[in-house]
């Protein structure tokens, strides 16, 4: 998908068998990841995603979360 498709209030499913589920619950910049594991790049300059998966919250780069996603739940 493209980030641009991302959307607040949407379930989505992930690529491959597509049984994880994700509800994106904002999308900002103040829902960047804490954590940047990469020394070969910079920090992303785009927003987070906020998302609930089976009760727990956690963040994504906006790019991130799209490329994870296959496509809203039907």
Known sequence: MKPSEIQV?????NRGAGH???KVLAIDYEHQPKLW???KE???DEP???FEQKGKQS???VSSFA???????T
């Open 67 to 73: 490329h994870w996603a296959k496509g809203p739940v």
């Open 48 to 50: 987070g995603v906020l």
């Open 59 to 61: 963040t994504l780069y």
């Open 20 to 22: 994880t589920q994700r």
């Open 9 to 13: 209030g949407v379930t989505y499913v």
């Open 37 to 39: 594991l990469s020394w």
């Open 42 to 44: 910079t920090r992303p």
